[in-house]
């Protein structure tokens, strides 16, 4: 079975601050895919970015990074010189390749509240 | 080009009452999934549709819960008899047809607003 742990339940940081936000995943599949949505006060949730199993690479997206490290089963997500406006609760996902008549359903870890203080 | 819109965006219910949430994916998306977010559970699969079949209801409970996407109009989340412990944000998602002949799509799902139920 698949799961998402994001051990840091609440963060607070000081604006212009670097954050970095934890995520471990379980799986048994050799095929899968990692994603992070931003879920911001008004509620709705917004991708941020999605990685495939193969692709180690980590990725840059302006003031946002990612490292993807298959040998700690990590997908971090990485915030430089936070704004107030990064405020929002966090979830990392896991999907599994599947056979049958599944799906690849997203499996959410419990979130992590950010808060950038001015 | 529109996003995956929801609607009603907040929903109130009395106890025994029934309730139908309604999701139109993105243009050219045909898969569905429905999630639900409780306090303290977070985000939770409920069921995957394409258009007019189920495809995985694993997340559904048993009992009062039903969806569909028919082929015109959007994806129903219907619940009947609710009660106080439906109260919840419901969101749906879609995604893009699977690619290179797969029927599942691999593709991101992207989140509508969400469905905000409070059953009094």
């Known amino acids: 079975a698949q799961k998402v742990t994001q051990a840091q339940t609440e963060i607070s940081v000081v604006e212009k601050e670097d954050v970095t936000l934890d995520c471990v995943y379980e799986?048994?599949?050799?095929?899968?895919?990692l994603f992070w949505y931003k879920q911001p006060p008004s509620g709705e949730l917004v991708f941020l970015i999605r990685r495939n199993s193969f692709d180690e690479q980590n990725e840059i997206s302006g003031r946002y990074s990612w490292n993807f490290q298959k040998s700690t089963s990590s997908f971090n997500f990485t915030i430089t010189a936070s704004q107030v406006v990064d405020s929002a609760v966090y979830f990392c996902a896991l999907s599994e390749a599947y056979s049958g008549a599944g799906s690849y359903q997203l499996t959410f870890g419990k979130g992590t509240k950010l808060s950038v203080i001015p | 080009n529109a996003g995956v819109m929801q609607n009603p965006r907040h929903l109130v219910r009395r106890r025994g009452q029934e309730a139908r949430l309604r999701c139109s994916p993105m243009k050219g998306h045909s898969h569905v999934y429905w999630y639900r977010q409780l306090p303290e559970e977070g985000l939770k699969f409920m069921v995957y549709?394409?258009?007019?079949?189920?495809?995985?209801e694993s997340g559904m409970p048993k009992e009062r819960f039903s969806a569909e996407f028919p082929k015109e109009g959007p994806s129903i989340l219907r619940i009947q008899q609710v009660v106080r412990g439906d109260s919840a944000a419901y969101f749906c998602?879609?995604?893009?047809?699977?690619?290179?002949?797969?029927?599942?799509?691999?593709?991101?799902?992207?989140f509508g607003p969400g469905t905000r139920l409070t059953v009094l």
């Open positions: 549709l394409q258009k007019e079949n189920i495809i995985d």
């Open positions: 998602a879609s995604s893009p047809p699977g690619t290179s002949g797969r029927t599942l799509s691999t593709d991101t799902q992207y």
């Open positions: 799986t048994r599949d050799t095929t899968y895919y």
